[in-house]
């Protein structure tokens, strides 16, 4: 008795499976009919044409706008040729030189770079040092006022001797 329930058992599953086959197969094809309606491939007088690029040796310079080779300074101080190859100027400014006192601005000098670098076909990019080993005139490249509203210093002489200080 046991045994014929089983074999019942199992064929009521072969059949169910079956019949999700068959539901599963009917169900792609209807859906692949309906894709097909509302995308028919080309006609065969109309297929896609490729060419074939084959590049060629060259010694000229590749320029990636925006990306490529990057001037410093004043477009005033390069050469045409150099111009011909750079694609964006850049320059640094000191912050205490865009902010001398808290709030108060100067853009002044950035605009006339900015200016002078369209002015010539190139893209113009900018950083604001808070420090800067290399302004040795300028004691104070972050704003006085920074530290006189109580934010820490470390003074140093160049990039690598920092003053009165083991280690940082």
Known sequence: MKQ???????RIVQVMLSIT??????????????VFAKNPKPKLGKLQTYHTVMPVTSNDVLLNPGKGWVLYGSPASQSAATLAIATVGYDRYDWSA?????????????????????GVGKQFAFGVMNA???AGNN??????WVFADGAASVKSNSYDDVQNIASI
């Open 4 to 10: 014929r329930l089983n074999k019942h058992k199992r």
């Open 132 to 134: 800067n080993s290399s």
């Open 98 to 118: 865009i902010e001398p006192k808290e709030g108060q601005y100067n853009w002044s000098m950035i605009d006339y770079d900015m200016n002078a670098w369209i």
């Open 139 to 144: 004691p104070y490249v972050t704003p006085r």
């Open 21 to 34: 086959i068959v539901t599963l197969l009917i169900g792609s094809v209807i859906l692949s009919v309906q």
